[in-house]
């Protein structure tokens, strides 16, 4: 049985391609308490309302990085990757160029850096995705660049 895709298959992933994708998401305290919690991260940065307001410059607390990279790459995935993937192989490159906070909302932008034929992998190939976040002021918030072995399309 077949399952339905909405990922592009890898001759769609031309390089230069961009994808402003549809899904935004606004990121609650639930959601950065949680996945602080989830993860083990004690981090007073994230947890501690009273360190955040006395002990720091942003006055209150920022969202996880690893929550913010988490939902640029899963808000991607049904426009670039869903069924259409073999695997993500890796980063080569995430930065937070400014914080985000309880209440913030991004969007993102995915971007088609690079391709390639797998050399051993016939219908297979590897295409490198710098995806871009931005927050409600526009705000550049996280870029992440990675490698994902992608599926080419299946002959009829």
């Known amino acids: ?20 994708h549809a899904i935004r ?3 609650t305290e639930s959601d950065n308490v949680m996945f602080t919690s989830m993860t083990m991260n004690p981090a007073w940065l994230h947890l501690d309302f009273d ?7 942003f006055g209150r607390p920022l969202v996880n990085s690893m929550l913010t990279v988490a ?28 914080p985000l906070f309880h ?7 995915t971007e088609v850096r690079a391709a390639r ?7 297979q190939g ?10 409600q002021h526009n705000t550049l918030v996280c870029r992440a660049v990675r490698d994902a072995l992608m599926l080419k399309r299946p002959a009829d």
């Open 25 to 27: 998401r606004t990121i």
């Open 71 to 98: 939902m640029v790459i899963g808000i991607s995935v049904h426009e670039t990757t869903l069924g259409t993937t073999v695997a993500n192989l890796g980063f080569s490159e995430v930065v937070f160029p400014a």
């Open 126 to 135: 590897v295409v490198t995705f710098e995806h871009r976040a931005h927050n």
């Open 103 to 109: 209440g913030d909302t991004i969007r993102v932008e």
């Open 117 to 123: 034929e797998s050399k051993s992998r016939p219908n």
């Open 1 to 20: 049985m077949s399952r339905p895709h909405t990922g592009r298959w890898f001759e769609e992933l031309t390089p230069g391609t961009v994808i402003e």
């Open 51 to 57: 360190y955040a307001a006395n002990e720091t410059e």
